[in-house]
């Protein structure tokens, strides 16, 4: 089977914080620095991306720090909008899947509990959750939806030769992570299931949690689905665009 290449793209950052935001209410006195990523994976199914940064119009309302459109970012890669074959939305926060609409093009793939919480639940409304989410950004996906282009899923499902997507609730209601075999073995993007790769090590979640003992079992099963420890990738480590090759400005290639 052909292997994957997997690249994180960073749209903005850094951006600076107290750690106990990253790893659950421990030490609020440190700083750590975080950035804004979407993931690209080139191989013998095409350009597929988890996630999408945001929009121009997005980044500007959310006043995010050094913002690149994610288009040219892609395009770093030699990878242009119309060439995105899949989309995975990991889940329904702003700075996932904001930019959805930049792939007009695209198959999106979302877990089912995801959509069916952000469309239906009261509690969206609730200031908590409208933080964490843009209406703009649902109504881009209900364009995809009657486009034929919007496919739920209520749990695992393969994606093509090579890829699975995985749920992983926790974070949020019914994130997705996408498992893909590499050179070096089976890699997990997992997105905001992690923020940070400490959250994977130290087996302790980030303050942004929906439901704890979801996260807890989450996270033991991806740990165990990956190759090794190094191959499971986190939403928004600073790790990832310092660590490895820069094979474009903003594009760091993780595997």
Known sequence: ???????????????????????????????????????????????????????????????????????????GLGVEPHEVRHLVLSHLHWDHCGGAALFPQAQVHLGRAEWEFWSTSPLVRRSIFTILHDPGDQAALVAAQEEGRLHLHAGDAPLAPGLELIAAPGHSPGLMALKAVTENGEAVVASDCGHTFANFREDWPSIFI????????????????????????????IAMSQDYPEVAPGVTRLV
């Open 210 to 237: 929906f439901d704890l003992p979801a996260w807890l079992l989450s996270m033991k099963r991806l740990r165990n689905l990956v190759s090794s420890p190094e191959l499971l990738f986190p939403g928004h480590d």
């Open 1 to 75: 089977m052909d292997a994957y290449r997997i690249f994180a793209l960073r749209y903005a950052g850094p951006e600076e914080s107290s750690q106990a935001l990253l790893l659950w209410n421990r030490d609020w006195d440190q700083r750590v620095e975080r950035a804004y990523y979407f993931w690209c994976l080139l191989g013998p199914e095409g350009p597929v991306l988890v996630d999408c940064g945001v929009s121009p119009e997005r980044a500007a309302q959310r006043n995010l720090k050094s913002y690149v459109n994610p288009v040219e970012l892609l395009r």
